[in-house]
T-cell receptor, first 109, second 113 residues
Framework: AQRVTQPEKLLSVFKGAPVELKCNYSYSGSPELFWYVQYSRQRLQLLLRHISRESIKGFTADLNKGETSFHLKKPFAQEEDSAMYYCALKSRGNEKLTFGTGTRLTIIP | ETGVTQSPTHLIKTRGQQVTLRCSSQSGHNTVSWYQQALGQGPQFIFQYYREEENGRGNFPPRFSGLQFPNYSSELNVNALELDDSALYLC????????????FGPGTRLTVT
Protein backbone atom coordinates (compact mmCIF):
# COMPACT_ATOMS: atom_id res chain seq x y z
CA ALA A 1 0.00 0.00 0.00
CA GLN A 2 1.20 3.50 -0.73
CA ARG A 3 1.70 5.91 2.11
CA VAL A 4 2.95 9.49 2.54
CA THR A 5 4.33 10.75 5.84
CA GLN A 6 4.86 14.39 6.79
CA PRO A 7 6.38 14.25 10.27
CA GLU A 8 5.89 17.93 11.16
CA LYS A 9 2.36 19.22 11.69
CA LEU A 10 3.64 22.72 12.41
CA LEU A 11 6.82 24.51 11.36
CA SER A 12 7.81 28.08 12.19
CA VAL A 13 10.71 29.76 10.43
CA PHE A 14 12.04 33.32 10.53
CA LYS A 15 11.82 35.41 7.39
CA GLY A 16 15.01 35.03 5.37
CA ALA A 17 15.92 31.69 6.95
CA PRO A 18 16.02 28.43 4.99
CA VAL A 19 12.92 26.23 4.91
CA GLU A 20 12.72 22.46 4.65
CA LEU A 21 9.43 20.58 4.80
CA LYS A 22 9.90 16.85 5.11
CA CYS A 23 8.06 14.19 3.14
CA ASN A 24 8.70 10.46 3.14
CA TYR A 25 6.80 7.90 1.15
CA SER A 26 6.38 4.18 0.86
CA TYR A 27 5.55 2.68 -2.49
CA SER A 28 6.89 -0.41 -4.18
CA GLY A 29 6.90 0.91 -7.74
CA SER A 30 8.03 4.13 -9.38
CA PRO A 31 5.91 6.96 -7.99
CA GLU A 32 5.12 10.46 -9.11
CA LEU A 33 5.53 12.94 -6.26
CA PHE A 34 3.90 16.32 -5.86
CA TRP A 35 3.74 19.21 -3.43
CA TYR A 36 0.39 20.99 -3.07
CA VAL A 37 -0.10 24.26 -1.18
CA GLN A 38 -3.14 25.88 0.35
CA TYR A 39 -2.89 29.57 1.21
CA SER A 40 -5.35 31.12 3.65
CA ARG A 41 -8.90 31.16 2.23
CA GLN A 42 -7.73 29.71 -1.08
CA ARG A 43 -8.16 26.32 -2.68
CA LEU A 44 -5.58 23.56 -2.83
CA GLN A 45 -3.19 24.12 -5.73
CA LEU A 46 -0.21 22.34 -7.22
CA LEU A 47 3.14 23.84 -6.21
CA LEU A 48 5.50 21.51 -8.01
CA ARG A 49 6.01 17.95 -9.22
CA HIS A 50 9.20 15.94 -9.31
CA ILE A 51 9.04 15.00 -13.00
CA SER A 52 9.23 18.60 -14.14
CA ARG A 53 12.25 19.39 -11.94
CA GLU A 54 11.25 23.05 -11.87
CA SER A 55 11.50 25.70 -9.19
CA ILE A 56 8.27 27.45 -8.28
CA LYS A 57 8.25 30.54 -6.03
CA GLY A 58 11.81 29.65 -5.09
CA PHE A 59 10.87 26.16 -3.85
CA THR A 60 12.58 23.00 -5.07
CA ALA A 61 12.15 19.33 -4.19
CA ASP A 62 14.37 16.42 -5.13
CA LEU A 63 13.15 12.87 -5.24
CA ASN A 64 15.54 10.61 -3.30
CA LYS A 65 14.57 7.05 -4.11
CA GLY A 66 17.17 5.60 -1.75
CA GLU A 67 15.73 7.44 1.24
CA THR A 68 12.18 7.44 -0.21
CA SER A 69 11.96 11.16 0.44
CA PHE A 70 10.75 14.25 -1.40
CA HIS A 71 11.58 17.14 0.89
CA LEU A 72 10.54 20.67 -0.09
CA LYS A 73 13.19 23.36 0.28
CA LYS A 74 13.58 27.09 -0.09
CA PRO A 75 16.80 28.94 0.75
CA PHE A 76 15.21 32.18 2.01
CA ALA A 77 11.70 32.14 3.48
CA GLN A 78 9.26 34.96 2.68
CA GLU A 79 6.17 35.98 4.65
CA GLU A 80 3.90 35.01 1.75
CA ASP A 81 5.13 31.41 2.09
CA SER A 82 2.96 30.95 5.17
CA ALA A 83 0.46 28.25 4.20
CA MET A 84 -0.51 24.59 4.53
CA TYR A 85 1.69 22.27 2.49
CA TYR A 86 0.76 18.73 1.43
CA CYS A 87 3.01 16.12 -0.10
CA ALA A 88 1.20 13.70 -2.44
CA LEU A 89 2.03 10.54 -4.35
CA LYS A 90 0.49 9.18 -7.53
CA SER A 91 1.23 5.65 -8.64
CA ARG A 92 1.98 4.97 -12.30
CA GLY A 93 -1.08 4.11 -14.35
CA ASN A 94 -3.44 5.22 -11.60
CA GLU A 95 -4.97 8.64 -11.11
CA LYS A 96 -5.37 8.32 -7.33
CA LEU A 97 -3.44 10.88 -5.27
CA THR A 98 -2.36 9.81 -1.78
CA PHE A 99 -1.76 12.82 0.47
CA GLY A 100 0.20 13.26 3.66
CA THR A 101 -1.39 14.93 6.68
CA GLY A 102 0.16 18.28 5.83
CA THR A 103 2.55 20.77 7.45
CA ARG A 104 1.43 24.24 8.44
CA LEU A 105 4.32 26.60 7.72
CA THR A 106 4.40 29.94 9.50
CA ILE A 107 6.98 32.55 8.54
CA ILE A 108 7.86 34.84 11.45
CA PRO A 109 8.52 38.45 10.31
CA GLU B 1 -11.25 29.61 -18.47
CA THR B 2 -13.63 28.66 -15.64
CA GLY B 3 -12.19 26.89 -12.62
CA VAL B 4 -13.66 23.97 -10.70
CA THR B 5 -16.83 24.90 -8.83
CA GLN B 6 -18.66 22.99 -6.11
CA SER B 7 -22.08 23.32 -4.53
CA PRO B 8 -23.27 23.79 -1.93
CA THR B 9 -20.57 25.51 0.12
CA HIS B 10 -21.85 24.24 3.43
CA LEU B 11 -24.40 21.59 4.37
CA ILE B 12 -25.80 20.26 7.64
CA LYS B 13 -27.47 16.84 7.66
CA THR B 14 -28.75 14.42 10.25
CA ARG B 15 -27.37 10.93 10.78
CA GLY B 16 -29.11 8.44 8.48
CA GLN B 17 -29.98 11.01 5.81
CA GLN B 18 -28.70 11.08 2.26
CA VAL B 19 -26.72 13.90 0.62
CA THR B 20 -25.73 14.89 -2.92
CA LEU B 21 -22.74 17.13 -3.60
CA ARG B 22 -22.08 18.67 -7.00
CA CYS B 23 -18.98 19.56 -8.97
CA SER B 24 -18.46 21.35 -12.25
CA SER B 25 -15.12 20.54 -13.82
CA GLN B 26 -12.77 23.07 -15.30
CA SER B 27 -13.34 23.85 -18.95
CA GLY B 28 -11.69 21.23 -21.18
CA HIS B 29 -11.32 18.62 -18.41
CA ASN B 30 -12.87 15.17 -18.75
CA THR B 31 -11.87 13.50 -15.47
CA VAL B 32 -13.22 14.21 -12.00
CA SER B 33 -11.84 12.92 -8.70
CA TRP B 34 -13.48 13.21 -5.28
CA TYR B 35 -11.63 13.45 -1.98
CA GLN B 36 -12.71 13.53 1.66
CA GLN B 37 -10.70 15.74 4.02
CA ALA B 38 -11.38 15.24 7.70
CA LEU B 39 -10.25 17.91 10.16
CA GLY B 40 -6.48 17.89 10.58
CA GLN B 41 -5.96 15.31 7.85
CA GLY B 42 -4.88 15.34 4.23
CA PRO B 43 -7.42 14.67 1.48
CA GLN B 44 -8.35 10.99 1.04
CA PHE B 45 -9.23 9.64 -2.40
CA ILE B 46 -12.84 8.47 -2.70
CA PHE B 47 -13.13 7.72 -6.41
CA GLN B 48 -12.58 9.06 -9.90
CA TYR B 49 -14.81 9.33 -12.94
CA TYR B 50 -13.66 9.33 -16.54
CA ARG B 51 -16.06 9.36 -19.50
CA GLU B 52 -18.99 8.76 -17.17
CA GLU B 53 -17.50 5.56 -15.70
CA GLU B 54 -15.88 4.98 -12.30
CA ASN B 55 -12.13 4.74 -12.89
CA GLY B 56 -10.60 3.81 -9.55
CA ARG B 57 -11.91 3.84 -6.00
CA GLY B 58 -10.36 4.35 -2.60
CA ASN B 59 -11.19 2.61 0.66
CA PHE B 60 -14.75 3.90 1.03
CA PRO B 61 -17.93 1.82 1.50
CA PRO B 62 -20.55 1.42 -1.27
CA ARG B 63 -22.83 4.00 0.34
CA PHE B 64 -20.45 6.51 -1.28
CA SER B 65 -21.40 6.61 -4.94
CA GLY B 66 -21.02 8.99 -7.81
CA LEU B 67 -22.03 10.01 -11.26
CA GLN B 68 -20.43 11.86 -14.13
CA PHE B 69 -22.53 13.55 -16.77
CA PRO B 70 -21.86 14.06 -20.52
CA ASN B 71 -20.70 17.62 -19.79
CA TYR B 72 -18.14 16.09 -17.35
CA SER B 73 -19.76 17.56 -14.26
CA SER B 74 -20.12 15.14 -11.38
CA GLU B 75 -22.11 14.27 -8.26
CA LEU B 76 -21.07 12.56 -5.06
CA ASN B 77 -23.88 10.79 -3.21
CA VAL B 78 -23.60 9.53 0.34
CA ASN B 79 -26.37 7.37 1.81
CA ALA B 80 -27.07 6.55 5.45
CA LEU B 81 -24.90 9.38 6.73
CA GLU B 82 -22.75 8.74 9.79
CA LEU B 83 -21.20 11.25 12.17
CA ASP B 84 -17.73 10.37 10.81
CA ASP B 85 -18.81 11.54 7.36
CA SER B 86 -18.47 15.12 8.62
CA ALA B 87 -15.63 16.53 6.52
CA LEU B 88 -14.65 18.81 3.67
CA TYR B 89 -15.38 17.14 0.33
CA LEU B 90 -13.09 18.20 -2.48
CA CYS B 91 -13.58 17.73 -6.16
CA UNK B 92 -10.66 17.88 -8.59
CA UNK B 93 -10.76 17.87 -12.37
CA UNK B 94 -8.07 16.97 -14.87
CA UNK B 95 -7.49 16.15 -18.50
CA UNK B 96 -6.80 12.45 -19.07
CA UNK B 97 -3.95 13.15 -21.46
CA UNK B 98 -0.85 15.23 -20.94
CA UNK B 99 0.41 16.26 -17.53
CA UNK B 100 -2.83 15.27 -15.77
CA UNK B 101 -2.51 17.96 -13.13
CA UNK B 102 -5.56 17.90 -10.86
CA UNK B 103 -7.25 21.26 -10.27
CA PHE B 104 -9.20 21.44 -7.03
CA GLY B 105 -12.48 23.12 -6.21
CA PRO B 106 -13.10 25.07 -3.00
CA GLY B 107 -14.86 22.14 -1.34
CA THR B 108 -18.20 21.46 0.34
CA ARG B 109 -18.20 21.41 4.15
CA LEU B 110 -20.57 18.65 5.32
CA THR B 111 -21.60 18.46 8.96
CA VAL B 112 -23.54 15.43 10.16
CA THR B 113 -25.34 15.80 13.49
Amino acid sequence: AQRVTQPEKLLSVFKGAPVELKCNYSYSGSPELFWYVQYSRQRLQLLLRHISRESIKGFTADLNKGETSFHLKKPFAQEEDSAMYYCALKSRGNEKLTFGTGTRLTIIP
Amino acid sequence: ETGVTQSPTHLIKTRGQQVTLRCSSQSGHNTVSWYQQALGQGPQFIFQYYREEENGRGNFPPRFSGLQFPNYSSELNVNALELDDSALYLCASSWSGGAREQYFGPGTRLTVT
